[in-house]
């Protein structure tokens, strides 16, 4: 009877493996595979062709900074710099790096780019992103040790304590804002060299304006078609192949 349990272990765990860990270890395997042949293309000054392997690991959302650095070195090195400024803005959310803050703002302004600059607001809406699952992690912990402390308050019989019973709404308002507080807008990067803003989202809306490529936009609402964004404070639309998302 035990050899047979132990069978029906061995077998369960082996179909575990094979079903829930072998296509993660895999994948996991062909990751790192691309990134070591983009790195040692890199490092031969193949460029383009370690582009190539990076961008089949962006793909797969596994970027790091270091990637995200060589991906904008090359572009810039081709004087691709739309996607120079993508990959430099991304590995910025990374990391706030305000060297790599200064380098973004340098080329849009070499450019003659728009929607670059960082306000005060800006900056502390970035650092609220980037901690956004921190803060609400924290913020439900504490709610939840304050009720525990209440409940055991009552299995004690005492009584309920008005010290927590304010801190528990302090933390539950917090909880509200948190929640509701609508983290920055998304933004995008214009690729197209010549992009039309239209007033609505239809080929036959009146045009306002034609931009070039690099200009940094809000973003207010996308559509498979057509997306909103803002420009100079105004609402225009831009069919959505023309911008490529950042975050």
Known sequence: MNNLQSWHIKIFFCFFVSTFLTPEYSSAQSVSADLLKADSLFELKKYTESFD????????????????????????????????????????????????????NEIAEKQGLQGYGVTDADFIMSWYSLYYDLILTVVMSVIFVLLLLQVYRFLKKKNFSTGLMTWQLVFGLSLVVVVNYPLSKPEAIIVEPATYLMKGPSAGAPMLEIVSQGHKVKVLDAGQIWTKILWHDAEVYVRSGSLKRLG
Request: aromatic share 16%.
């Open 53 to 104: 392997e990076y961008q089949t690991v962006f793909e797969q959302g596994l970027a790091s900074p270091q990637m995200l650095m060589k991906m904008a070195f090359i572009k810039e090195g081709l004087d691709e710099y739309p996607e120079a400024l993508f990959y430099l803005t991304k590995y910025y959310d990374l990391t706030h790096n305000n060297l790599v803050l200064k380098k973004i």
